[in-house]
């Protein structure tokens, strides 16, 4: 049997706090290790405990969600973060990728759904509810592009190559290195080849900052 992901839940609400451990506690290959309640206090429990994956809300006193995820990926870029908050609007998306994020979940989730996103961000990939992906793509069609009103083609941005850019969009649709592989009928070590060069054009530090990326520069499309 492998080994239960231990899951640290951060939440300045007791009542959220406390139901979030106990429908943790009843999920299978899924150990609880420990409950904060703000953003210091889950970057401090993090380095004590060291869990795989922070479940952590946005809006906490004294350090907030997104900053506490800015810390943990500088000081423990092994802990994975998957936001889990009331907020689903496009800032609050954004922020929490931005800072490092790898899962963005809202509290109408779940346990299963939360299972999931543990799973996911675990194997390198992203995972963010689909309510909040129709807000993210909603505010990066309202961000300018100096392009838009340019009617000639636009190379890709970056100077990604065609590849790069597929293997982007496929990446944003959810796709595992693997399925992408069997998807472009390539090698698992081609497509990791391309992760690398396109995360070192692009300035991404992880999969949800692609992701992030891809929205944001209309390379989302999938297959």
Request: glycine content about 8%; aromatic content about 2%; proline content about 5%.
């Amino acid at each position: 049997m492998s080994a239960p992901i231990r899951v640290l839940v951060a939440d300045d609400q007791r009542v959220v706090r406390d139901g979030l451990v106990m429908v943790m506690g009843l999920l299978d290959d899924v150990e609880v290790v420990g409950a904060a309640t703000d953003g210091h206090e889950a970057v401090a429990m993090a380095g004590e405990l060291r869990p795989d994956v922070v479940l952590m809300d946005l809006r906490m006193p004294r350090c907030d969600g997104v900053e506490a995820t800015r810390s943990l990926r500088e000081q423990l870029p092994d802990v994975k973060v998957v936001v889990l908050t009331t907020y689903a609007d496009d800032r609050s998306v954004l922020d929490a990728l931005r800072a490092g994020a790898r899962g963005y979940l809202t509290k109408d989730a779940g346990g299963p759904e939360i299972l999931t996103a543990l799973r996911q961000v675990l194997d390198d990939r992203a995972a963010i509810d689909p309510a909040v992906q129709h807000h993210l793509l909603d505010a990066l069609a309202d961000t300018p592009s100096p392009t838009r009103h340019n009617p000639s083609p636009s190379p890709l941005p970056d100077a990604l190559t065609a590849r790069e850019s597929e293997v982007l969009s496929l990446m944003a649709a959810g796709m595992s290195n693997a399925e992408i592989a069997a998807h472009l009928v390539v090698s698992e070590g081609t497509v990791k080849s391309h992760v690398n060069h396109l995360f070192a054009k692009i300035g991404a530090r992880d999969r949800a900052q692609a992701v992030a990326y891809a929205y944001r520069n209309g390379l989302s499309g999938g297959a």
